[in-house]
């Protein structure tokens, strides 16, 4: 399975709820020596925001991944950018005031961007 139908799999769960922080943490996890459950409570309040509106939970779990990956700020950097350069923002309020969708579906889909540009990067 892929990172990004691992994050699929995840924000699709009707039996668990998987945050943006969540699913976009765990699908790197298996690679990186750290069970999903241990991941799943790491990431626990990093979603929406850091549990205020504040940077991407998205984001928040793909910069763990990098970490927890050995990458350098150089790397993170590189994602913040091309994730900001995707998205227009890097913060949950703003990403989410410039969306026409439903809230689920516009963060599903800055889970599986941020993935996506992490699974690039750790590569």
């Given at each position: 399975m892929t990172k990004i139908d691992?994050?699929?799999?995840?924000?699709?769960?009707?039996?668990?709820?998987?945050?943006?922080?969540?699913?976009?943490?765990?699908p790197f996890c298996k690679e990186l020596g750290i069970d999903e459950d241990t991941a799943y409570?790491?990431?626990?309040?990093?979603?929406?925001?850091?549990?205020?509106?504040?940077?991407?939970?998205?984001?928040?779990?793909?910069?763990?991944?990098?970490?927890?990956?050995?990458?350098?700020?150089?790397?993170?950097?590189?994602f913040l950018r091309k994730f900001r350069e995707k998205n227009g923002s890097l913060i949950c309020h703003q990403l989410l005031a410039n969306h026409s969708a439903d809230k689920k579906e516009h963060c599903d889909t800055m889970v599986y961007d941020a993935v996506a540009i992490g699974e690039e990067l750790i590569k």
């Open positions: 691992h994050a699929h799999q995840l924000r699709e769960d009707t039996k668990k709820h998987y945050n943006c922080s969540q699913a976009s943490f765990l409570k790491i990431a626990a309040n990093f979603g929406s925001g850091m549990r205020h509106g504040s940077t991407c939970g998205a984001v928040s779990g793909v910069l763990m991944a990098l970490g927890l990956a050995g990458k350098d700020e150089k790397t993170a950097a590189a």
